[in-house]
């Protein structure tokens, strides 16, 4: 089945740098990859989304770029701010199903 | 409007008992979920229903049932409950069944066994 690993667990910048979390998938038959965002207390809330005919999308400040050959996928934000500060996990599809990745807790200092 | 609630969102009991979680969305999809999520944040599909009935059954132990008496709603019944069912658990609901679907994810409820 499908594994999907997430780097790094834990990520600090300072408010205004870029912070980029990367992702690996198994399964070559996967084609849909979001990425979701965690408040403290809260459910996961989609942020953005790739499908496997898509090299890269971009949403204002968050962007993600899919590599399929490698299967790789990133996460990408620019301008931080303290808002963004949250856990934010990687998923791939699987048969049926969505698989996380572990979650990388990104700290955003002022 | 809420799209996907949980009640309750928090769950202290003792081992042994039998606890009840409901999750009610009010998007109109046609699939459910229930995820478990641990102590290190790992987050994992339980089950999935879809039209009222189950598609997805992980590898999860029998004392866990769901239940889906419609499309809008997916509760999830524990039975004999142990330390190691504590967490959260999350609804979620998407649209179509399958994996490529955004999925919205209720708030949660926290379930703690001492």
């Known amino acids: 089945g499908e594994n999907v690993e997430q780097h790094p667990s834990t990520l600090s910048v300072q408010e205004g740098d870029s912070a980029v979390i990367k992702c690996t998938y198994s399964d070559s038959a996967s084609n849909y990859f979001p990425w979701y965002k965690q408040e403290l207390g809260k459910g996961p809330q989609l942020i953005i989304d790739i499908r496997s005919n898509v090299g890269e999308k971009k949403d204002q400040r968050i962007a993600v770029t899919l590599n399929k050959t490698a299967k790789h996928f990133s996460l990408h934000i620019t301008e931080t701010q303290p808002e963004d500060s949250a856990v934010y996990f990687c998923?791939?599809?699987?048969?049926?199903?969505?698989?996380f990745g572990t979650g990388t807790r990104l700290l955003v200092s002022p | 409007d809420t799209a996907v609630s949980q009640t309750p969102k928090y769950l202290v009991t003792q081992m042994g008992n039998d606890k009840s979680i409901k999750c009610e969305q009010n998007l109109g999809h046609d699939t459910m979920y229930w995820y478990k999520q641990d102590s290190k944040k790992f987050l994992k599909i339980m089950f999935s229903?879809?039209?009222?009935?189950?598609?997805i059954n992980e590898t999860v132990p029998n004392r866990f049932s769901p239940k889906s008496p419609d499309k809008a709603h997916l509760n999830l019944h524990i039975n004999s409950l142990e330390l190691g069912d504590s967490a959260v658990y999350f609804c979620?609901?998407?649209?179509?069944?399958?994996?490529?679907?955004?999925?919205?994810f209720g708030p949660g409820t926290r379930l703690t066994v001492l």
């Open positions: 998923a791939a599809t699987g048969f049926q199903k969505l698989v």
């Open positions: 229903y879809n039209n009222k009935e189950l598609i």
């Open positions: 979620a609901s998407s649209q179509v069944a399958g994996a490529g679907d955004t999925q919205y």
